[in-house]
């Protein structure tokens, strides 16, 4: 019990600093909005100025080791909670729907990064583990299919460092452009746009910030639905690729490396369906109870508040962290390799979701 305390007074600052953060990114959105623009909505979405704000002060101030903590606790858990929340807005037909259309356009992509990243590291010297990890990283989910998938190729750390800093850096840069490129492109048609967002953009944090600055820009709140749908599909593919990858870079070796399945799968994404399964069994129960119909739209009403809230947190905490100067320290041969990964990843989902868009239902 006393060490359960000492955990949460030692998160407590940090987390409170990621909600302080929200909270002044919502005051600035409001104020952008009624005082300088007088217009319903800011032209910067809440995530997107707690993103920035994150990132200029993180630079500006080293972050306390306290502090840190309880953001590291903010980026790991709140995110996902916030994930797993946004599943109370989704019927079991719309998940069935997008992750028919979804699952397909998920395999292109991986395969077609990986075959990419095979290509270049013949033109491009780096080493095949760094190859490895960033072609996970851009095909699956970033930093963590990285950090999972190293230990299985005996990945140095600064091999594992070089990979998350790429990963990062393309990723927040899709992050803050993807969304009005995709309103510009896919002309608001949340299916497209959201397909796109899921498949093109590498951390699970950074596709749930774009779809939601998508949906707080343009009113369209099933982009955000479909972008985390497509999401968790590439997320459960660390399932196959880990022992694939261990397989590739082994074969031929000696050494026998050991990895479980239980530690690389993503749990939350259960917790996302158990969401979806909670709000279609309540929708059920509730529709022939009148009384308390009131009741349950408010708690779906106060979870998909939560949801905002927990996601601006988490982005608020990754701005934070990101720490500019490290990543103008690395070298840049591996960063036009992620470059040019992250662009076909993008390339691929437009030409995918052009050829097949007038299948989708």
């Known amino acids: ?16 600093l990621a909600l302080v953060f929200c909270l002044f990114s919502q005051g600035i959105n409001n104020v952008l909005a009624i005082e300088i623009f007088a217009t319903e909505k800011s032209p910067i979405s809440t995530v997107l100025i707690a993103i920035l704000l994150g990132i200029l002060m993180g630079n500006a101030f080293t972050p306390r080791p306290g502090m840190m903590i309880g953001l590291d606790f903010t980026q790991q858990y709140i995110l996902k909670l916030g994930i797993i929340f946004l599943g109370i807005r989704l019927s079991f037909a719309d998940l069935f729907k997008f992750g028919s259309v979804a699952i397909p356009l998920v395999i292109f992509c991986v395969l077609g990064v990986l075959l990419l990243i095979k290509l270049l590291i013949k033109k491009v010297p780096i080493s095949s583990k760094m190859s490895y990890l960033i072609a996970i990283g851009t095909s699956v989910c970033g930093a963590t299919a990285i950090v999972a998938t190293a230990p299985v190729i005996n990945a140095k750390k600064t091999e594992i460092a070089y990979a998350i800093a790429n990963i990062t850096l393309f990723g ?19 299916l497209e746009a959201g397909l796109f967002l899921g498949t093109s953009i590498h951390e699970t944090s950074q596709v749930a ?3 939601l600055i998508y949906d707080q820009q343009f009113s369209n709140p099933e982009t955000l639905d479909v972008a985390t ?3 968790l599909i590439r997320n459960t593919f660390l399932v196959i690729l880990i022992p694939l990858f261990a397989y590739l870079y082994n074969r031929g070796k000696v050494k026998d490396q050991k990895y479980s399945i239980l530690s690389i799968f993503p749990y939350f994404v259960l917790g996302f369906i158990g969401m979806i399964i909670l709000r279609n069994l309540g929708d059920q129960f509730f529709l022939l109870d009148n009384n308390n119909i009131y009741i349950w739209s408010k708690f779906i009403e106060y979870l998909k508040v939560l949801t905002t809230v927990f996601l601006t947190m988490s982005m608020a905490a990754v ?3 990101i ?3 490290e990543l103008k320290s690395m070298g840049y041969k ?3 390799v992620g470059l040019i990964a992250a662009t076909t990843v993008g390339i691929i989902s437009l030409v995918y979701i052009e050829t097949l868009k007038n299948f989708f239902v």
């Open 319 to 321: 701005g934070i962290s």
């Open 323 to 325: 720490n500019l100067s």
């Open 229 to 231: 749908v497509t999401k």
């Open 334 to 336: 591996p960063f036009i």
């Open 1 to 16: 019990m006393l060490v359960k305390l000492q955990y949460l007074k030692a998160i407590f600052p940090g987390v409170v």
């Open 172 to 190: 927040v840069i899709a992050m803050l452009v993807y969304p009005y490129f995709a309103e510009w492109y896919f002309d608001n048609n949340a």
């Open 209 to 211: 910030a774009a779809g």
